[in-house]
């Protein structure tokens, strides 16, 4: 017998692994952990029962959270990333040769205890000379890094979902406090969401940092196990809009080989968005998406997580 896990992508809309071996489950004080194999995906980690981490489709995310500002940037030496507890997109930060520091804020001890455990090509910087991982909440290590007049290249905020502890992750007063930390030249991408399910989110994301940097730029990179399978991420810079930015056709070539995804062509493709999307975040007018529904429908049995296929 197997079980089913079902990832609610909305309340009536469901991402559904077979698993094949379930390996923990368990709280910390701020979210359910689960690790799991599922036939297709790999290993899979859900967080509050969300899909966090896949085997399959993780370094496609965190290759799209990364490159695009690490290339954009001229010179990204000191970089910070928030969440991000897998290891994920810290690998993706220490394969470029510029970077002399990386620091990693996580909230959950417990998310990179397990990424060590079973992710390990995910975990491996974690180790890396060059990172310094520490346990915290990145809205407080973000405000004490102001007062103590910290400067960073790029901040990556490769949090969860505003939910819970990463809620204050997406408010205006975190992402002045950032832009205190970057300078001029310095570029923020927060993970944006999902712009087929949740363009809302998408559009108030665009809206926040539009009216505190003077560069906004909404790109798509694709997640396999994230509700809608595309994925939004927002780079805000004063001085760096990342989709004017000419590739560095000799920096991305040297990384290429060691890339799954990323690459000179999407680097450029990657800011094209479809009209429903480019017309939300300008305010415009002009066919919406369906409406998600906030009650569980008739006839939908509301099952998040594990299921005995027998039940
Ligand atoms: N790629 C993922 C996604 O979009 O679902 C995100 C993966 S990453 C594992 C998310 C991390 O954000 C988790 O490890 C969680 O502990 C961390 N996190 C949530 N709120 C946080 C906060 N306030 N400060 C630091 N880390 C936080």
Redesign the pocket.
């Known amino acids: 017998m197997s079980d089913r896990y079902f990832d609610p992508w909305t309340k009536n809309t469901f991402l559904t692994f077979t698993v094949t071996k379930f390996h923990e489950s368990f709280e910390t004080p701020?979210?359910k952990i689960e690790v799991f194999e599922a036939l297709d995906y790999g290993m899979v980690l859900a967080?509050g029962g969300?899909t966090?981490?896949t085997e399959r489709d993780e370094s496609g995310?965190h290759e799209m959270l990364t490159h695009m500002a690490m290339f954009a940037h001229p010179s990204p030496k000191r970089v910070l990333i928030?969440?991000?507890?897998?290891g994920g997109t810290l690998r993706e930060v220490l394969r470029h040769p510029e970077v002399e520091e990386a620091h990693l804020?996580?909230?959950?001890g417990e998310?990179i205890r397990v990424s060590r455990q079973y992710f390990p090509d995910v975990a491996a910087a974690l180790d890396h000379p060059k990172a310094r991982v520490i346990v915290d909440?990145?809205?407080a290590f973000v405000e004490r890094a102001v007062a103590n007049r910290e400067q960073y290249d790029l901040i990556l905020v490769?949090?969860?979902?505003p939910v819970d502890?990463?809620v204050?992750?997406f408010t205006e007063g975190f992402y002045r406090n950032c832009a205190a930390l970057l300078g001029e030249t310095g570029i923020l991408v927060p993970?944006s969401d999902s712009p087929s399910f949740y363009l809302d989110r998408v559009a108030r994301i665009h809206e926040l940092l539009s009216s505190i940097y003077k560069h906004a730029r909404l790109y798509l990179g694709q997640t396999l196990s994230?509700p809608g399978c595309v994925w939004a991420f927002t780079a805000a810079s004063q001085g760096i809009d990342v989709g004017a930015v000419p590739v560095p056709e000799a920096r991305v070539a040297a990384l290429e080989p060691e890339l799954r995804v990323f690459n000179a062509d999407v680097m450029r493709a990657c800011i094209a968005l479809p009209n429903y999307i480019r017309r939300r975040i300008t305010g415009q007018p002009g066919w919406a998406l369906p409406t998600i529904a906030d009650e569980v429908g008739p006839g939908t049995i509301w099952r998040p997580g594990t299921v005995k296929e027998a039940e």
């Not at 928030?82 to 897998?86: E, L, N, P, R, S």
């Not at 804020?105 to 959950?108: A, K, L, M, R, Y």
């Open positions: 701020f979210q967080l969300v966090n981490v995310y928030i969440g991000g507890g897998d804020v996580d909230i959950d998310v909440d990145g809205v490769d949090s969860t979902d502890a990463a204050d992750l993970q994230y």
